[in-house]
């Protein structure tokens, strides 16, 4: 059964202090290092951070004991993984007859960052190097023996993997013989043997997706042309030839989520669209007849995009279809789901609970139950029997009943457009207390949105006595095509409006003291934390740039070889820097060329293998500022990318982050 599941993922960072004291004289190491602060700067930044708290960094940040829990195809293993005295998390597999556990992946340098059953012998992982993003794809028996690299090419990254069932391959993607585009193989995972299944040749107007059905046929493809229209390609069963279903602007959604073999059609697919309306909407649609053959499931508010589909053994039917709308929404569909839906909505009350694993047979079902307030349970569901079992707590030292509540919020912009969003609120804030405020946009920033459920950094805050704000802005996805375009060429101008709207609802809430806000973000946040102490350097205390960007230009000529062929599309959102007069703008809100608008401390961290923001993008904001003699306390971690995904590193940056809030906040 391919039951969708949330996720309760993880990403994060580790340095030793050998590399740390390295850092200013190896040559090799990217970015300037001579930039980065010394050890006892930051350590003086941690020290800040004082009080009697009931939880440390390390209640919210350190890895699970044990987590990842999974069911093998047959039902009779269950892996997961677990945490050593070093943090090295790996994977183990127990077997349920005899109760004997295996190590079967060892976890060294580099994390794995994914994993699964291939089938009920064989487990799979995805790993990079340093946060480098260039990820390979391993094979291994549970027994951790015949480990192979199914993808054993230097410099290329994977871009999709598809298992195909009761067989002993997958179908991967990947920019091996062009590092802009990516191309279909046919992987055995048990001997490694490979075979190209398609060629993509056209590098101006490349092959985006391709369409496999259950059984690893390629029956369609998208092809990106001149990085602007988006047309879809389906193979006619009877000629062979693939024909133009659709050609769509690449603001509009027309994607397959997948066949529907609950059909006698083979030409029946579940497809998410937004062609005749603004809201992303599932449609039941004939790719040979190119129509619609009826609607599935809409929402007047929110984008509808993702299905769960049974497997084999129930005829592939549709169990139940999943959105993101204040809180995570699931409709049951099949009478199957329905019974299991009933029965844990009645156990589990209004927490949320998601199918992380399940056998072939639906048996045997992994239930993640989580809430605002809950880092997440994992509970053994017996389908047969209908009894839930307790199977691990994730986070038992975080209780309850000490966490922050994350209340969903709305208002109106400054133009009149309705605002969704969340803020955590620590206890004192609900006591009629006026606390300090953390203002946290998110990354992306098209086509991301915060959503609810428990947040370690927004608990973080609130056990030091702060609250978090997280506006979904303009630009944000899931709230319609009109709301998210309607930020297009807004970045760092009416999107920061929106933040700014945000904050000025808090503080009329009476929740906030004015007087201590601070902004802190990641990626696209990071840039947005940059803006926000230039757009309005009197509204904020002090910021934290977190793999920001600060200049668009250096951006834009650092994008890595796979996101070239998308570059089109970058310019619609952000700004064409061919044309004059967005140049012109993109000028105005780069904040590298702003710096003397900034007045507020500044703490900027950057992993130095970042693949999408450049090291160059913290380092010239540091220097920039320094060159004012404006001190900013500066991050580098050398063994990470996009985010910090080792333990070490991540506990050291909140706690400098928690210690450089303290330190402004209490001036």
């Known amino acids: 059964m391919n039951l969708n599941s949330k996720i309760l993922g993880i990403t994060q960072v580790v340095i030793t202090s050998l590399i740390m004291n390295a850092q200013t004289t190896d040559k090799k190491l990217p970015g300037d290092p001579t930039l980065v602060s010394s050890k006892a700067t930051i350590e003086k930044l941690i020290s800040y951070d004082k009080g009697n708290f009931k939880y440390k960094v390390e209640d919210y940040f350190a890895r699970p004991k044990a987590s990842q829990f999974k069911i093998s195809p047959d039902g009779l293993y269950l892996s997961y993984k677990e945490k050593d005295k070093d943090s090295k998390n790996h994977v183990y597999v127990k077997d349920l007859k005899s109760g004997k556990i295996t190590k079967a992946l060892v976890e060294k340098d580099d994390l794995i960052r994914s994993y699964g059953w291939l089938d009920k012998k064989r487990l799979f992982y995805t790993q990079d190097k340093g946060g480098n993003e260039n990820i390979h794809l391993y094979a291994a028996d549970i027994d951790g023996k015949n480990l192979k690299d199914l993808t054993p090419y230097e410099g290329i990254t994977l871009g999709s993997v598809r298992l195909i069932k009761d067989t002993e391959f997958v179908i991967v993607t990947m920019n091996k013989n062009n590092k802009q585009i990516f191309e279909p193989y046919k992987i055995n995972f048990n001997t490694g043997e490979i075979t190209q299944l398609y060629e993509n040749k056209d590098v101006k107007s490349p092959i985006d997706d391709y369409l496999f059905d259950r059984q690893g046929n390629l029956r369609g493809y998208t092809i990106l042309e001149n990085g602007l229209t988006t047309k879809l390609f389906y193979k006619d069963l009877q000629t062979g030839k693939f024909n133009l279903v659709k050609a769509t602007d690449w603001k509009d959604t027309f994607s397959v989520i997948g066949f529907n073999d ?52 129930r005829n592939y039917e549709l169990d139940y279809i999943s959105y993101n709308g204040i809180k995570n929404e699931t409709i049951p569909v099949s009478k199957f789901y329905k019974e299991i839906h009933d029965k844990l909505t009645s156990e589990f009350g209004d927490k949320q609970f998601g199918i992380a694993s399940s056998d072939d047979k639906n048996e045997k079902l992994l239930v993640v139950v989580d809430s605002d307030k809950l880092y997440g349970k994992y509970y053994e569901y017996d389908t047969k029997t209908k009894t839930t079992k307790l199977l691990f707590d994730l986070m038992p030292q975080l209780k309850e009943e000490d966490m922050a509540e994350m209340r969903p919020i709305q208002f109106k912009s400054r133009d009149g457009l309705t605002i969704h969003g969340y803020i955590t609120l620590p206890k004192a804030a609900l006591n009629g207390e006026k606390v300090p405020l953390i203002v946290n946009p998110h990354g992306g920033p098209q086509g991301i949105r915060d959503d609810w459920g428990f947040n370690p950094e927004t608990q973080l805050f609130a056990s030091r006595g702060y609250a978090t704000l997280q506006v979904n802005f303009r630009i944000s996805g899931g709230y319609g095509k009109e709301f998210q375009t309607s930020g297009y060429k807004q970045i760092g101008r009416k999107a920061m409006d929106d933040v700014e709207d945000g904050v000025k609802y808090a503080i009329e809430q009476g929740w906030i003291d004015k007087n201590k806000v601070a902004i802190y973000g990641g990626s696209h946040g990071g840039y947005a934390t940059l803006m926000g102490l230039i757009k309005t350097p009197d509204l904020y205390s002090c910021g934290v740039d977190y793999v920001g960007v600060s200049n668009i230009f250096t951006f834009f000529d650092s994008f890595p070889e796979y996101w070239k062929p998308y570059k089109e599309m970058v310019k619609q959102i952000w700004y064409d820097l061919d044309n004059p007069e967005e140049a012109k703008i993109a000028k105005e809100v780069s904040p590298v060329f702003q710096i003397d608008r900034i007045k507020k401390p500044l703490f900027v961290v950057q992993g130095a293998n970042d693949p999408r923001v450049n090291i160059n993008e913290s380092d010239q904001i540091v220097k920039a500022l320094r060159s004012k003699g404006f001190e900013v306390p500066y991050m580098v971690k050398y063994d990470e990318g996009h985010g910090f995904g080792k333990e070490p590193n991540r506990i050291e940056f909140y706690k400098s982050m928690l210690g450089f809030f303290a330190e402004n906040f209490n001036k």
Not at 270 to 294: E, F, Q
């Open 262 to 313: 609950n059909s006698k059609n083979k030409d029946e697919v579940y497809l998410v669209t937004n062609l005749g309306s603004d809201k992303s909407r599932i449609v039941l649609y004939d790719l040979k007849k190119n129509a619609i053959i009826k609607e599935v499931y809409s929402n007047p508010t929110f984008d509808v995009s993702s299905i769960a589909q049974a497997g084999k053994s």
